[in-house]
């Protein structure tokens, strides 16, 4: 499966022609007559000012990531140190990550735990 990740976090402002760019998760710039403002770094993008005001030149990356398990596969997954049994429903990854999370049906009360990470998974039953 695919997953896309953020590598430029840019905008140029329309009035001052200014371009720049957020490096890290809290790098606030805003450009120098103040019309528009990145934030967000490689985590998400945050845009302050007005849409129209800004050119936007951020840049996407698209990776292949691999899951250890399928839909449908019957799972146990630490959940605050309870173990749960459960099947896999949804497999997907977090926004701009290569992180990946599972929502996993437990059958008995019923309850749909979500976003449960892979690494929280112990094993396949
Ligand atoms: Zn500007």
């Known amino acids: 499966m695919k997953a896309a990740i953020i590598v430029k976090n840019a905008i140029r402002c329309k009035h001052c022609g200014d371009v720049i760019e957020s490096k890290s998760v809290h790098d606030y710039i805003a450009c120098s007559c103040g019309a528009c403002a990145v934030d967000g770094g490689r985590h998400y993008l945050r845009r302050?000012?007005?849409?129209?005001?800004?050119?936007?030149?951020?840049?996407?990356?698209?990776?292949?990531?691999?899951p250890k398990y399928k839909v449908g596969d019957v799972v146990t997954f630490d959940y605050f140190g309870n173990v749960i049994k459960g099947t896999i429903q949804v497999i997907d990854t977090?926004?701009?990550?290569?992180?990946?999370?599972?929502?996993?049906?437990?059958?008995?009360?019923?309850?749909?735990?979500?976003?449960?990470?892979?690494?929280?998974?112990?094993?396949?039953?």
């Open 48 to 66: 302050c000012g007005n849409p129209d005001d800004c050119e936007e030149l951020s840049e996407y990356k698209e990776v292949e990531i691999t």
């Open 94 to 125: 977090f926004p701009n990550s290569t992180i990946i999370e599972c929502d996993i049906l437990e059958p008995k009360e019923p309850r749909l735990y979500k976003h449960i990470l892979e690494s929280q998974i112990i094993s396949k039953i």
